[in-house]
């Protein structure tokens, strides 16, 4: 069965560096996202990507943050000047429409970031 | 805003045992309601789904109704694995926002032989 993949599984980073988590959707969809969870809290959204632009993003996607989709298969998630509050499991996802009414969405199996 | 609100856990049965997860929603319009499982050291994977008011979702042995006039959308299983034993997420889908969820906060479920 297709699936999401990311990469790195788990990495360790300092305060202030710059970090780019990887993502290879399952390759027929079309729209693409990242959603992170803090330890203990609950999935958010921060953004949602379609047809090489941002089609959607909530108040946590702020201007440290950026997507992009550099080739036809990988759809990365930077984090220009990462914070202690950043550690968290980012998940990245894919669907084959961006409609709501039961539109399922396939997550990958995560990429643990710490930053120390 | 949209939210969606499940019961704390985690939650330890018995092999066998009856499984209830209570889920509610805040919402308006008429979203679209989903169950994920997240199995240890695996990601989030969809367990069932119901787009409509009485729908009921099933798969693997759960099912859920979407109750529009108690905004629920309960997990239930009538006799649970120790392969059960994961975080179970309710999550919510607005019909005008694309392919956005909304998360509870997850139910860990521990099933003991």
């Known amino acids: 069965e297709p699936e999401v993949t990311q990469t790195p599984s788990h990495q360790v980073t300092q305060m202030g560096q710059e970090v780019i988590l990887r993502c290879v959707p399952i390759s027929n969809h079309l729209y693409f996202y990242w959603y992170r969870q803090i330890l203990g809290q609950k999935v958010e959204f921060l953004v949602s990507f379609y047809n090489n632009e941002i089609s959607e993003k909530s108040e946590i996607f702020d201007d440290q943050f950026s997507v992009e989709r550099p080739d036809g298969s990988n759809f990365t998630l930077k984090i220009r000047s990462t914070k202690l509050e950043d550690s968290a499991m980012y998940f990245c996802?894919?669907?084959?429409?961006?409609?709501?009414?039961?539109?399922?969405?396939?997550f990958g199996e995560g990429s643990w970031l710490t930053v120390v | 805003g949209d939210s969606v609100t499940q019961m704390e856990g985690p939650v330890t049965l018995s092999e066998e045992a009856f499984l209830t997860i209570n889920c509610t929603y805040t919402a308006t319009g008429y979203p679209s309601l989903f169950w994920y499982v997240q199995y240890p050291g695996e990601g989030l994977q969809l367990l069932l789904k119901a787009t409509k008011a009485d729908d009921k979702g099933s798969n693997k042995g759960f099912e859920a109704t979407y109750r529009k006039e108690t905004t629920s959308f309960h997990l239930e299983k009538g006799s649970v694995q120790v392969s059960d034993s994961a975080v179970y997420f309710c999550?919510?889908?607005?019909?005008?926002?694309?392919?956005?969820?909304?998360f509870g906060q997850g139910t860990e479920l521990s099933v003991k032989p």
């Open positions: 996802a894919s669907s084959p429409n961006g409609q709501g009414g039961g539109n399922t969405i396939y």
């Open positions: 999550a919510l889908q607005g019909y005008n926002q694309g392919g956005k969820l909304i």
